[in-house]
C-alpha cells in the first residue's frame, strides 16, 4: 500500500513551453500533497505544500506563478511549469501524507520526474 | 538559523562492517525524525521514523538513536551489503509549518 506515481518519469521539452507533472496517490487519500525540487549531488528542497481544495503554500524564493500547482482531488495534485527555461531543469519529486495514518506520518515519494528544458 | 546537517558527504566502508551517519540540527524542536533512502534518479523510499520520547529504534539491519539534547540522530546500518549503497536522507518536521524539511544527505558506499 501508500504507493504514489507520477507521470511523465521524463520529459524533454523546448524553451518557453510549459509541461504538466502529475502526482497521484494510488491507494490512499492525500490531503496534503508536497512537492520538491532536487539538483545532481544535491538534497530535496521543498518547493511548495498542496492541499486539496486550496491554494498552494510555496516556500520562499519559488515563483508562483511560474509554477502553478492544482490539488483538485485526494488523490491528484499536478505541477505546472510555466514557460520553462534550462535553469529549470531538475528532478521534480512528489509526496503524499496519507490521511488515515494518524499525527506521525512518512511521506510518501514518487519516483520523480526528470525535466530537461532545452 | 535553522540547519539540518549530515556531516559526511559520502562514506565508503567495508562489506560487513557497520555503518553509522549522523544528522545534527540546530533551532528545531522535532516531534520526531526520519531517514529515507534514495537511489540514483529515483524517489526517496521511508526507512524509519523516530519520536522525541524514544531513544532507539530498530528495523532489521538497521538502528536509529534520537538525542533530543544533543539535537543528534544516528543511523547504523550493520552487517552492511554493497546493495546498501545509496544516499541516506534525513529529516524532521517543522512542527510550525507542518512540513518535512531534509538534510543535504550522505553518500554511503559499500565495497565488496
Known amino acids: 500500500g501508500a504507493v504514489v506515481s507520477q507521470h511523465p518519469s521524463w520529459v524533454i521539452c523546448k524553451s518557453g513551453t510549459s509541461v504538466k507533472i502529475e502526482c497521484r496517490s494510488l491507494?490512499?487519500?492525500?490531503?496534503?500533497m508536497f512537492w520538491y525540487r532536487q539538483f545532481p549531488k544535491q538534497s530535496l528542497m521543498l518547493m511548495a505544500t498542496?492541499?486539496?481544495?486550496?491554494?498552494?503554500?510555496?516556500e520562499q524564493g519559488v515563483e508562483k506563478d511560474k509554477f502553478l500547482i492544482n490539488h483538485a482531488s485526494l488523490t491528484l495534485s499536478t505541477l505546472t511549469v510555466t514557460s520553462a527555461h534550462p535553469e529549470d531543469s531538475s528532478f521534480y519529486i512528489c509526496?503524499?501524507?496519507?490521511?488515515?495514518?494518524?499525527?506521525?506520518?512518512?511521506?510518501?515519494f514518487g519516483p520523480g520526474t526528470r525535466l530537461t528544458v532545452l | 538559523s535553522q540547519k539540518i546537517e549530515q556531516n559526511s558527504e559520502a562514506l565508503n566502508i567495508q562489506e560487513g562492517k557497520t555503518a553509522t551517519l549522523t544528522c545534527n540540527y540546530t533551532n528545531y524542536s522535532p516531534a520526531y525524525l526520519q531517514w529515507y533512502r534514495q537511489d540514483p534518479g529515483r524517489g526517496p523510499v521511508f526507512l524509519l521514523l523516530?519520536?522525541?520520547?524514544?531513544k532507539e529504534k530498530r528495523k532489521e539491519r538497521l538502528k536509529v538513536t534520537f538525542d533530543t539534547t544533543l539535537k543528534q540522530s544516528l543511523f547504523h546500518i550493520t552487517a552492511s551489503q554493497p546493495a546498501d549503497s545509496a544516499t541516506y536522507l534525513c529529516?524532521?518536521?517543522?512542527?510550525?509549518?507542518?512540513?518535512?524539511?531534509f538534510g543535504s544527505g550522505t553518500r554511503l558506499s559499500i565495497r565488496p
Open positions: 523516530i519520536r522525541e520520547n524514544e
Open positions: 529529516a524532521l518536521e517543522d512542527s510550525s509549518a507542518s512540513k518535512i524539511i
Open positions: 498542496s492541499n486539496e481544495g486550496s491554494k498552494a503554500t510555496y
Open positions: 491507494d490512499f487519500q492525500a490531503t496534503t
Open positions: 509526496s503524499a501524507r496519507d490521511m488515515g495514518r494518524g499525527v506521525y506520518n512518512e511521506q510518501f
